[in-house]
């Protein structure tokens, strides 16, 4: 059976605890896993998310505000040419993002408040277009190209030399927004740079660079 949400809820890592592994926007749509009872007081119930495949834990609250439906989950069918008049939209949002108080959250993907991948996320999903939710998982997701012919709409991509842990989406000009953490000297949404300017926040992403990449379709679940 077909669910969704009718506010906020918040998807959490494990059964207990406080770590927030995502969030789901009013109107997205889920799925429970088979075989669960409904939850007690204080417990959890485990759904994935259509849109993205993203598996977490909701507490018994937030259960009661998921409704279920008789609709399907339809996932848009979009290729480059239809996303490349939205970009302008996913750019103005990151960038309203960053002017909003707000800071960095792990597991954010609702305004004010996101993690790296949860702007990048909800920026391209607020244009209709979807992308898997973690930064490694968009790097697969993406189409791969040169850092030469980066266009604004682009993602680019910083982490280890075994995966990606930060994403931020090209401006143009060399720059880039993302949200980063006060690890990393801002806590919040910011652009940096690519080029020679690019400061000590650039300065230390430009040390972790993986590459970039283009969005040319929506993603398509695997679980349905």
Same mark, same amino acid.
């Given at each position: 059976?077909?669910?969704?949400?009718?506010?906020?809820?918040?998807?959490?890592?494990?059964?207990?605890?406080?770590?927030?592994?995502?969030?789901?926007?009013?109107?997205?749509?889920?799925?429970?896993?088979?075989?669960?009872?409904?939850?007690?007081?204080?417990?959890?119930?485990?759904?994935?998310?259509?849109?993205?495949?993203?598996?977490?834990?909701?507490?018994?609250?937030?259960?009661?505000?998921?409704?279920?439906?008789?609709?399907?989950?339809?996932?848009?069918?979009?290729?480059?040419?239809?996303?490349?008049?939205?970009?302008?939209?996913?750019?103005?949002?990151?960038?309203?993002?960053?002017? /909003?108080?707000?800071?960095?959250?792990?597991?954010?993907?609702?305004?004010?408040?996101?993690?790296?991948?949860?702007?990048?996320?909800?920026?391209?999903?607020?244009?209709?277009?979807?992308?898997?939710?973690?930064?490694?998982? /968009?790097?697969?997701?993406?189409?791969?190209?040169?850092?030469?012919?980066?266009?604004?709409?682009?993602?680019?991509?910083?982490?280890?030399? /075994?995966?990606?842990?930060?994403?931020?989406?090209?401006?143009?000009?060399?720059?880039?927004?993302?949200?980063?953490?006060?690890?990393?000297?801002?806590?919040?949404?910011?652009?940096?740079?690519?080029?020679?300017?690019?400061?000590?926040?650039?300065?230390?992403?430009?040390?972790?660079?993986?590459?970039?990449?283009?969005?040319?379709?929506?993603? /398509?679940?695997?679980?349905?």
């Amino acid at each position: 059976m077909w669910y969704r949400c009718q506010r906020v809820a918040n998807l959490y890592e494990a059964p207990t605890g406080d770590g927030l592994a995502t969030q789901a926007q009013a109107g997205r749509w889920l799925y429970r896993e088979p075989g669960q009872p409904e939850p007690n007081q204080g417990e959890r119930l485990r759904v994935t998310l259509a849109e993205d495949d993203y598996s977490g834990w909701v507490d018994r609250e937030d259960w009661f505000a998921i409704q279920p439906t008789q609709e399907l989950y339809t996932p848009p069918q979009l290729n480059r040419a239809a996303i490349l008049p939205r970009l302008p939209l996913v750019l103005s949002f990151a960038l309203q993002a960053m002017g /909003q108080p707000h800071q960095y959250l792990w597991g954010g993907t609702v305004e004010p408040d996101f993690d790296c991948s949860g702007l990048v996320q909800t920026a391209f999903a607020q244009a209709g277009i979807w992308l898997p939710r973690d930064a490694y998982q /968009q790097e697969t997701f993406v189409s791969p190209i040169g850092r030469e012919i980066l266009m604004p709409g682009d993602l680019v991509f910083f982490g280890t030399p /075994q995966r990606a842990t930060h994403v931020g989406i090209y401006l143009g000009n060399q720059q880039y927004i993302h949200c980063s953490g006060i690890a990393q000297g801002r806590n919040g949404i910011g652009v940096d740079s690519l080029g020679d300017d690019r400061g000590t926040i650039g300065e230390t992403y430009a040390q972790q660079w993986r590459g970039a990449g283009r969005v040319v379709s929506s993603y /398509q679940p695997q679980g349905i």
